[in-house]
């Protein structure tokens, strides 16, 4: 395993049982540091055991102006990036010792397949947390369900996406 494997799976040693928390740290770290999360100051990070993304509103992520709301592929993204790394985790989480060496390759290989996206409330808030729940996780691909809420927990927007590994 070389150094980049180590920093994207929170040194993993193969043989061995991972620790989640690492591994969940070490893979928000991983996107943290992805140039298109830094210049959008979009965050992931680990809350009661789950990764959840966290975005605060900023003048450059309006969509619309006369209204003053989140651009709906602001919201699109973060959906799209939650239910990703959260997928990634679960992987993790359900991975033996002896499996581990399927898993990185699984991770590191994990694409959207397709998404769809339900906008349910104006993108109005201070800042906004993303949230996803795995529906299916299989043996070639998996199906997320994520929720946007904004600072008042309201529902902003609703996805659900198909990912292969």
């Not at 959906?79 to 399927?102: F, N, Q, R, T, V």
Request: aromatic letters at 8%; a neutral charge.
């Amino acid at each position: 395993m070389n150094d980049s494997d180590k920093k994207w799976t929170g040194s993993i040693h193969l043989g061995s049982k991972v620790d989640i928390d690492v591994v969940l740290k070490q893979l928000c770290h991983a996107f943290n540091s992805s140039p298109y999360f830094k210049h959008n100051d979009m965050l992931m990070r680990v809350v009661d055991g789950q990764i959840e993304a966290y975005i605060e509103m900023q003048p450059f992520m309006i969509g619309n102006v006369a209204f003053q709301i989140l651009h709906g592929g602001v919201a699109a993204t973060i959906l799209d990036s939650i239910g990703g790394i959260a997928a990634m985790g679960e992987l993790y989480k359900k991975a033996e010792a002896d499996e581990l060496p399927d898993t990185i390759k699984k991770v590191t290989r994990l694409a959207t397949v397709d998404m769809r996206v339900d906008y349910l409330a104006p993108g109005r808030g201070k800042y906004f947390i993303a949230r996803a729940e795995t529906l299916r996780l299989g043996r070639k691909g998996c199906t997320m369900r994520m929720t946007l809420v904004n600072d008042e927990d309201k529902p902003i927007a609703t996805a659900i996406a198909s990912y292969a590994y």
